[in-house]
T-cell receptor
Framework: AQSVTQPDIHITVSEGASLELRCNYS??????LFWYVQSPGQGLQLLLK??????LVQGIKGFEAEFKRSQSSFNLRKPSVHWSDAAEYFC???????????FGTGTQLKVEL | GAVVSQHPSWVICKSGTSVKIECRSL??????MFWYRQFPKQSLMLMAT?????????EQGVEKDKFLINHASLTLSTLTVTSAHPEDSSFYIC?????????????FGPGTRLTVL
């Protein structure tokens, strides 16, 4: 069965500082990996996704993620965080019967001004 | 990106009553819609997958007679929580995609907060 672990429940960073959110997955084959952001009152928004090819993936809002098969990881990074990045971030792995998504428990990001 | 709406955004009901939640894809045809449940500080748990015109496929542990899903058109799916009880209180989220593969992006609605008294 596929699963996703996000070890950090809460992370606080200062505006302008760099950010890395961790994600580890378990999946029997080549995974399809996603990062979503959830802001209050809004639906989940796709930041980026990895299916194959270049292991460094660029997304929207200046985010990027690197797929590391040897570590079963897909960590999300941003060089300089903005106050508007404060939100809940979810990592997800796709596949399996019905092409479903399995989500991690999320990381709540707080940005200090 | 494509837009998915949910109605209502929040609802409070008495125990024993039924509640219907609508999920609409506003600018695309959704061949597949998903219903998730999200508990506070927890992940999204997939409840069921529905394809237009066919019966929904429920995840293990989800009572299909309690959570009725109808996907009658390519732009509308409904989730009815029947005989709701306080333990059904949760945040329900739908998503929709136009393709059938995991590579096709799911677009998420803003969610519906259900409180059962």
């Amino acid at each position: 069965a596929q699963s996703v672990t996000q070890p950090d429940i809460h992370i606080t960073v200062s505006e302008g500082a760099s950010l890395e959110l961790r994600c580890n997955y378990s999946y029997g084959a080549t995974p399809y990996l996603f990062w979503y952001v959830q802001s209050p009152g809004q639906g989940l928004q796709l930041l980026l996704k990895y299916f194959s090819g270049d292991t460094l993936v660029q997304g929207i809002k200046g985010f990027e993620a690197e797929f590391k098969r040897s570590q079963s990881s897909f960590n999300l990074r941003k060089p300089s965080v903005h106050w508007s990045d404060a939100a809940e971030y979810f990592c997800a792995v796709g596949g399996g019967g019905g092409n479903k998504l399995t989500f991690g428990t999320g990381t709540q990001l707080k940005v200090e001004l | 990106g494509a837009v998915v709406s949910q109605h209502p955004s929040w609802v409070i009901c008495k125990s024993g009553t039924s509640v219907k939640i609508e999920c609409r894809s506003l600018d695309f045809q959704a061949t597949t819609m998903f219903w998730y449940r999200q508990f506070p500080k927890q992940s999204l748990m997939l409840m069921a997958t529905s394809n237009e015109g066919s019966k929904a496929t429920y995840e293990q542990g989800v009572e299909k007679d309690k959570f009725l899903i109808n996907h009658a058109s390519l732009t509308l799916s409904t989730l009815t929580v029947t005989s709701a009880h306080p333990e059904d209180s949760s945040f329900y989220i739908c998503s929709a995609r136009s393709g059938t593969g995991v590579v096709d992006e799911q677009f998420f609605g803003p969610g519906t907060r259900l409180t059962v008294l």
